[in-house]
């Protein structure tokens, strides 16, 4: 029975038992190698939708909810057998949530139209914004719940969201902003309505030697690789400090025990600075000012000379001749100055120059564990339940610029194969091929083992803001990395015929 016949038939047999027989059998296909439903099915599966939620007072209601279920049911299954089949075994998306998705029948519309898509995995922002996709009653966390009303206090739209996907095949992730942790962060009230804004949370935030905290620093990107607008709600936090550590793991914790499929954590690094500063050669724009990380670093020192030499090179953002010679005066008992990762020189007396470098990649290097050593941290609720762990990343965000390094300090390059690698592949030439390049890069350097799910932007069927469009990428990363068999697309809200869904749910109200 062809699509066509099978849903005309369809049409002709709504309401009745027979229905539930014609439905359940293969009647409805995907379209080609991504999984997409045909627009008669979509239109049928909508049509259900809207009977079964429209009135729920009305004796045919029960009928068209039982009509309406099986069709996700037998559209689940479809996409299954299709995935299976298909080179690309995971088709991904990401999703921003909205208070209004708690509304009847709405994030079942939105579901239904990510399975359309042929997508069987979808991100969930949980933690964004300095806000927290969990109900009011149970948020103990130092962020405001995203749904504000007492009505709906016990709504857990993240468990919902998960439950509804599911029913669809779809594989649901927490998506976690991580060093990013928003304005909001400390702002919110705990269960017994006390006020969480602490001097300690407020000591948690990132900081450089020149009294600029990272919310008064605005990214100067237009969208930033993330997907967002950069704004003055940007919050990043030193990764050593214990506060921000212990705020994002009972964050993490509950998240988890929603019983997500995945975590995936982002903004797993430094803020980018603006302009001129998105390039950083200079110790004291490095966001490595604040009191633990400060803390951490001069602990890196071996000797007395190792420490006091690191304290200068940190207030200077250099060091001299004299400060050498001043700090073999003070210590006189020690050869040189010594810290982690350096032996001794055999050089009798190494010029200034061979100091200047030892003392930046030191300052490099402490920035880039913090980022690696707070991810491990935030991230053991989620491997302690055997729940997959991935990580969104700029494959660019952790190299050499000229004669400085990328202020985001995304040291990729460190993360382990225990979590799967997603690069944000946004880059832009007119074709495929800069994007390649990038997952390319990254697949290099994976260590064996690693699984690589590479995240792209544009819209199916046309190129888009000079990329090429969706099939095009991924036929073109398909061809060049065949090891790859999860992409994901950012996001659902970006794609055109969603856009006006996508603000529909965002300035309602509930």
Request: positive net charge; charged residues 20%; proline residues 4%.
């Amino acid at each position: 029975m062809s699509v066509n016949i099978a849903t005309q038939f369809f049409s002709l047999v709504v309401g009745t038992n027979f229905l539930v027989a014609i439905v359940l059998q293969p009647a409805f296909a995907q379209v080609g190698e991504y999984c997409q439903f045909d627009k008669e099915a979509i239109a049928t599966k909508e049509n259900l939708r809207i009977a079964a939620f429209q009135d729920t007072t009305k004796s045919t209601n029960l009928a068209a909810t039982k009509e309406y279920q099986s069709i996700v049911k037998e559209h689940s299954q479809s996409l299954n057998t299709c995935r299976q089949k298909s080179w690309l075994k995971t088709q991904g998306i990401w999703l921003r949530l909205y208070p209004c998705d708690l509304q009847s029948g709405r994030l079942d519309e939105v579901m239904d139209r990510i399975v359309n898509k042929g997508y069987n995995q979808v991100f969930i922002e949980v933690l964004s914004d300095g806000k927290i996709l969990l109900p009011q009653s149970e948020n103990a966390t130092a962020w405001n719940s995203l749904v504000q009303s007492e009505k709906y206090k016990n709504a857990d739209l993240l468990k919902l969201a998960i439950a509804k996907g599911r029913e669809r095949g779809i594989k649901v992730h927490a998506w976690i902003f991580t060093m990013n942790m928003g304005t909001g962060y400390g702002r919110g009230v705990d269960l017994n309505g006390l006020s969480k804004l602490t001097v300690a949370r407020q000591n948690a935030i990132a900081r450089n030697a020149n009294g600029d905290s990272t919310i008064s620093i605005v990214e100067n990107l237009g969208k930033n690789s993330e997907g967002e607008v950069p704004t003055k709600d940007q919050l990043f936090i030193d990764p050593y400090n214990y506060q921000a550590q212990s705020d994002l793991y009972l964050a993490v914790n509950e998240v988890v025990k929603r019983k997500p499929d995945g975590v995936v954590f982002d903004y797993v690094r430094y803020k980018r600075g603006a302009g001129a500063s998105s390039v950083v050669s200079n110790v004291r724009y490095l966001w490595i000012y604040g009191q633990a990380s400060l803390q951490a670093l001069r602990d890196r020192a071996e000797n007395l000379q190792g420490r006091e030499i690191i304290d200068r090179f940190l207030k200077q953002g250099y060091v001299t001749p004299t400060d050498l010679q001043a700090v073999k005066k003070l210590y006189p008992q020690e050869t040189e100055p010594l810290w982690q990762g350096r032996q001794p020189s055999n050089q009798k007396n190494p010029a200034i120059a061979y100091w200047q470098g030892e003392l930046w990649r030191l300052a490099v290097g402490h920035a880039f564990i913090g980022v690696t050593y707070y991810l491990d941290t935030v991230s053991k609720p989620v491997f302690q339940q055997g729940i997959p762990a991935s990580i969104a990343f700029f494959s660019d965000g952790n190299q050499p610029v000229g004669d400085g390094f990328d202020s985001r300090m995304q040291p990729w390059h460190l993360f382990t194969k225990a979590y799967e690698w997603q690069p944000m592949a946004y880059a832009v030439c007119g074709k495929s091929d800069c994007i390649v390049e990038q997952v390319r890069r990254v697949a290099d350097y994976a260590p064996r083992g690693t699984k690589i799910a590479p995240i792209l932007v544009g819209q199916w069927n046309a190129p888009f803001t000079n990329r090429p469009s969706l099939e095009e990428q991924m036929q073109s990363i398909r061809a060049a990395v065949p090891a790859v068999n999860s992409i994901s697309h950012f996001a659902f809200g970006w794609q055109l015929e969603e856009v006006a869904l996508s603000r529909s749910r965002q300035i309602c109200k509930l």
